[in-house]
């Protein structure tokens, strides 16, 4: 830690996460007023030397490296952001647990479930705080249903459906990144389905898979960095899992990045005895809330979905842009990082943490085992 009380950062990896991250600490000071605690950017780590320079002079890092293990080690560190391709995180959440570094872990875990066991046998001995950036927990309209669910305002739930759809995958012949390749841990359903399995269990509890299936849209993908490498076991780009509730709730959860004409749409509608609620991400400034207690008359009374303005309604120390103007996405990424910088502040563990990740893993990797493989070339 500095002598002026701020805790050294090191992320590891600054492509676009790594970018969202360095972004969240940078305007923490400017989001929250007082922020739960000062930080400052010490180090980056990326696969290349020209690729750290980069993100050392964009984002004001003290020191650009190749190497992450020495990074991690400087007594200067005190927070570790794991944000490089799945199948590097676990050396290097090992690596900083073993130093006792406070961790925060960009989605999924681990590339494999073997990866992630290693990681749950590390737990007992871990001193630090941790955090998995699963941020769609984070936002206003997230948060508020979370209320509604806990408060007993739809009562038991009947049924359910989650999704989160992208669609960049639809054309064949697109070079894609290592997100598209299975031996990294890549494919849609840790990717996105991560994002929405997490969301949806956060809201109402433990969901058990019933049945999966899976479409690999193309098998003949090309690596984005490498245009004459194909890459050799493509990740699935659509899973669609059936699932219940620990009473037997039914619903269905769907990840896709071949959903023509979606851009970044996480959605959920969750169907109660008392009440129901639909968010959408594309909407995010709202969350619609069906309260069966409204009269039904005359003519229809007040009953049916109502919006919620839950727009940036964050609160204090949250005191900017402002609680009425639009959201935007990084916002609930650096409401995510905010619960976790409270965390340490008070000597808490992280929610959702390592752990957490690591369930969510086992959870994937038996999802994946259920799928069955339909590729078509």
């Not at 020191?63 to 995180?89: G, M, Q, W």
């Not at 894609?176 to 996105?192: E, M, Y």
């Not at 399995?197 to 049945?211: A, F, R, T």
Request: glycine share 10%.
């Amino acid at each position: 830690m500095a002598k002026d009380g701020r805790l050294g950062v090191a992320i590891l990896g600054c492509g676009f996460i790594g970018k969202v991250h360095a972004y969240a600490h940078l305007n923490m000071p400017l989001y929250y007023s007082p922020p739960p605690m000062r930080t400052r950017l010490v180090g980056v780590a990326t696969s290349s030397t020209a690729t750290a320079e980069r993100a050392r002079e964009l984002f004001g890092f003290e020191v650009a490296t190749t190497d992450a293990l020495s990074l991690i080690a400087r007594d200067e560190v005190d927070i570790v952001h794991v944000c490089t391709p799945n199948d590097r995180h676990v050396e290097a959440l090992l690596a900083a647990m073993a130093a006792g570094k406070h961790i925060y872990c960009d989605k999924p875990l681990t590339a494999t479930l073997a990866e992630a066991d290693r990681v749950a046998a590390a737990l007992p001995a871990y001193p630090g705080t941790s955090q998995m950036t699963l941020q769609y927990r984070f936002w206003p309209a997230t948060l508020r249903a979370k209320q509604l669910i806990d408060a007993g305002r739809i009562g038991a739930v009947t049924h359910f459906r989650g999704a989160y759809l992208h669609s960049g995958s639809v054309d064949r012949t697109r070079p894609l990144n290592w997100k598209a390749d299975a031996d990294r841990g890549g494919g849609v359903l840790n990717d996105l389905g991560s994002h929405v399995i997490d969301l949806m269990q956060h809201l109402i509890g433990p969901l058990e898979p019933l049945h999966a299936v899976r479409r690999v849209w193309s098998a003949d993908r090309r690596d984005l960095t490498d245009p004459s490498r194909q890459i050799a076991r493509v990740g699935e780009d659509l899973v669609m899992v059936t699932m219940r509730t620990a009473d037997g709730a039914p619903g269905v959860i769907e990840a896709s990045k071949i959903a023509t004409g979606c851009e970044d749409e996480l959605r959920f509608e969750i169907h109660g005895e008392q009440g129901a609620l639909r968010f959408n991400l594309m909407d995010a400034n709202w969350l619609d809330f069906c309260d069966l207690t409204d009269a039904d008359a005359p003519w229809g009374g007040e009953r049916g979905w109502r919006r919620i303005a839950t727009v940036a309604r964050y609160d204090k120390p949250a005191d900017f842009p402002g609680p009425k103007n639009h959201i935007g996405w990084l916002r609930g990424h650096v409401h995510c990082l905010y619960h976790f910088l409270s965390a340490i502040a008070r000597g808490e563990p992280g929610n959702p943490g390592l752990a957490v990740g690591v369930a969510l893993q086992r959870q994937l990797a038996h999802i994946a085992e259920m799928a069955i493989a339909r590729p078509d070339r």
